[in-house]
């Protein structure tokens, strides 16, 4: 099973895929951790992504497909096993580059999790984690230009997976429990699928 988890930033995105590796044993793909990582360590990826990533901007389409694609080369069991996508696709290039890659290896993208939560909870819950993240992205102004970017180029994503009848609306403004356990419905008819 390939599973996105799709949301606005700070929506439990990263949260969630947690509760979901221990109940599926899914790959857990986070861009962002990914990238926050080559930020720590240096790079060359991590240089250019840090100039992006600390403006509340999304790193350029042909890049972040390239990060993935390479990710699937050098780590082929990982298609097998199945995915959770967190912070990807956030754009529709995205979403097509993606569909691509996946049949390439023979499977796609089962059911796409949506987290909507109001925007006040979010800029709250974000402020708070920033006390403490060292993420350079937790701060008040760009936590405003992260969830503009999001309006404008990922939000067409959640019409996108509805017009495939991927789509499942999970109300995200509950507890991190509640949220699970609708989440966990929602997968019931997909948990098999390869
Ligand atoms: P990314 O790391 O993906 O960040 P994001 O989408 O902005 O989301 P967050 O990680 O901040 O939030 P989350 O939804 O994971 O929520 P979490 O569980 O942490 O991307 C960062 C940047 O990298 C992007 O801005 C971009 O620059 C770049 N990037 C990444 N992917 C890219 C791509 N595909 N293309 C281009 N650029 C890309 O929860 C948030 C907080 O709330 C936590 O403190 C948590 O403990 C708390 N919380 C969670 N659930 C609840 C709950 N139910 N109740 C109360 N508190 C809760
Ligand atoms: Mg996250």
Redesign the pocket.
């Known amino acids: 099973m390939n599973i996105v988890i799709f ?11 947690e509760k979901l590796i221990s109940e599926y044993g899914l790959h857990h793909i ?4 990914l ?2 990582d080559h930020i720590a360590r240096g790079t060359h990826l991590g240089k250019v ?1 840090d100039t ?2 600390s403006q ?6 042909e890049l ?1 497909v390239e990060v993935l694609a390479d990710l699937f080369k050098e780590n082929p069991e990982v298609a097998e096993k199945g995915v959770i996508f ?6 529709i290039a ?1 979403a097509e580059a993606l569909a691509d890659l996946l049949q390439r290896y023979g499977t796609e993208i089962h059911a796409v999790v949506g ?1 909507e939560v109001d925007e006040d ?1 979010l800029v709250r ?2 402020l ?2 920033g006390k403490a ?1 060292g ?1 350079s ?2 701060n008040l102004d760009t936590i405003r230009k ?1 969830l503009d ?2 309006h404008k180029q990922t939000a067409p994503l959640r019409d996108y997976y509805l017009g495939k009848g991927r789509y499942h609306k999970i109300d ?5 429990d509640d ?1 699970f356990g609708d989440i966990r419905t929602s997968l019931e008819p997909h948990k098999d699928k390869k």
């Open positions: 949301g606005a930033p700070g929506s439990g995105k990263g949260t969630q895929s986070s861009t962002g951790e990238l926050r992504a992006y990533i509340g901007l999304l790193i350029p389409d972040m967190d912070g990807f696709p956030r754009t995205q987290l909870e819950r974000m708070e984690r993240s993420r992205d937790d992260r970017v999001y995200g403004n509950r507890t991190v949220i």
